[in-house]
């Protein structure tokens, strides 16, 4: 029983430690993510420089334009991170369990025990929060005054920008609750992202850690190049996501495959890489940052607890 506490107590630490580390990484690179998402969702602007997007923005709406839904996206990573990490080193200690009931050398997860535990991870992360990511990029990619590019005249006042919770009451009066679910397939294949990154993550520190202790700067690079490769390969969805997010307030309403069809009859291939430059640069930077601060919290985490296992970094 009290081995189960525990195993518990260590569960709600990396949860904690992962809620905190999403947190700090959001708020570091949080402009990234709002250049991103509306390269992907408005077609017209997709083909501006990086600086001439920031330039835009700023004209338009002001420096708090690169943060717009910056409270729905901290609150939903915190969310996205604590489940996350929460089912993952749940599953993962399941699986360590197995290996030393099976007498198995070492209690390591395997490369395929290291993606089913991924996979149960992101699947019960996205049905629970799909909702927050929906308001978020509803917000991200509002417009305060107008639909153009052009500054406001002179003496004349922006509408005051929604809040999260107006936003969420506006979508579900006008859409209804089914919305708060748009992109929930792709979201799902998704799942594959975070599979692909921990899994380069956990392969590649199992090694390093035969030669020397894991400290925060080696979890940063370890966590950069591991969200670099997942992120390449899965943006697409990325894309296909974005839109159907925001496909209801457009007066639109299709299902993944429909939306990739279109993306590829009207952009062609090159559609659902739309703000990739920012995002890759974004996911790599957050998920360094987080691995790095997760670590540090984690350590901090189990310290407040009164119990300092052998080894702080983990597993």
Known sequence: MASTAAQQSDNV???????????????????????????????????????DAVRKIVAREGITGLYAGLDSALFGISVTNFVYYYWYEWT?????????????ASKRLTTVESMIAGAIAGSATVLLTNPI????????????????????????????????????????KEEGPQALFSGVVPALVLVINPILQYTIFEQLKNVLEKKKRITPTVAFMLGALGKLFATSITYPYITVKSRMHIAGRDGGNENMMQGMRRIQKEEGLVGFYKGIGPKVTQSVLTA??????????YEQT?????RIPAKVIPK
């Open 302 to 306: 189990i310290k407040l607890r009164g």
């Open 13 to 51: 630490a990396h949860a904690i430690s992962g809620a905190g580390g999403g947190i700090l990484s959001m708020a570091l690179t949080y402009p990234l993510i709002t250049l991103s998402t509306r390269a992907q969702v408005e077609s017209k602007r997709a083909d501006s420089g990086f600086l």
């Open 288 to 297: 360094a940052f987080l691995f790095a601060f997760k670590d540090v919290l």
């Open 92 to 104: 993962r200690a399941f699986f360590e369990k197995a290996a030393i009931k099976a007498g198995r």
């Open 133 to 172: 990511w929906v308001v978020n990029t509803r917000m991200t990619t509002r417009k305060k005054h107008n639909e153009t590019d052009e500054p406001l005249l002179p003496g004349a006042k922006a509408p005051k920008a929604p809040t999260t919770i107006g936003t969420l009451l506006a979508l579900i």
